[in-house]
């Protein structure tokens, strides 16, 4: 079972940037597609990013591409989220998790979940 740290939240004015770590425990990390997932207040758990195994793949949704980066360091067991021009709608918990499904934006596919680490974007 890999078990998954996330770390790296915190407050941000809009505009700003943030780089999320998740921290994998397990030898068998590099075998893993990850990816990042955020909840908003009174809103349901939605996807934001998603990296192979090989790290040759991502996706993102919508609403994050072209801001944000999902890679990874199979070197140090950890998958990244550099977040750029921050918007306070960006206002989550952000989870990662190991995915297994075969659509990379439904969280039914995903295991391992972290605990999650809070983005606050806000002047």
């Known amino acids: 079972q890999v078990q998954l740290v996330e770390s790296g939240g915190g407050l941000v004015q809009p505009g700003g940037s943030l780089r999320l770590s998740c921290a994998a425990s397990?030898?068998?990390?590099?075998?893993?597609?990850m990816g990042w997932f955020r909840q908003a207040p009174g809103k349901e758990r939605e996807f934001v990013a998603t990296?192979?195994?090989?790290?040759?793949?991502?996706y993102y949704a919508d609403s994050v591409k072209g801001r944000f980066t999902i890679f990874r360091d199979d070197a140090k067991n950890t998958v990244y989220l550099q977040m750029n021009r921050l918007k306070p709608e960006d206002t989550a918990v952000y989870y990662c998790?190991?995915?297994?499904?075969?659509?990379?934006?439904?969280?039914?596919?995903?295991?391992?979940w972290g605990q999650g680490t809070q983005v606050t974007v806000s002047s």
């Open positions: 397990g030898r068998t990390f590099s075998s893993y597609a």
């Open positions: 990296i192979s195994w090989s790290g040759d793949d991502t």
């Open positions: 998790a190991v995915r297994g499904g075969s659509y990379y934006w439904d969280q039914k596919g995903y295991s391992c």
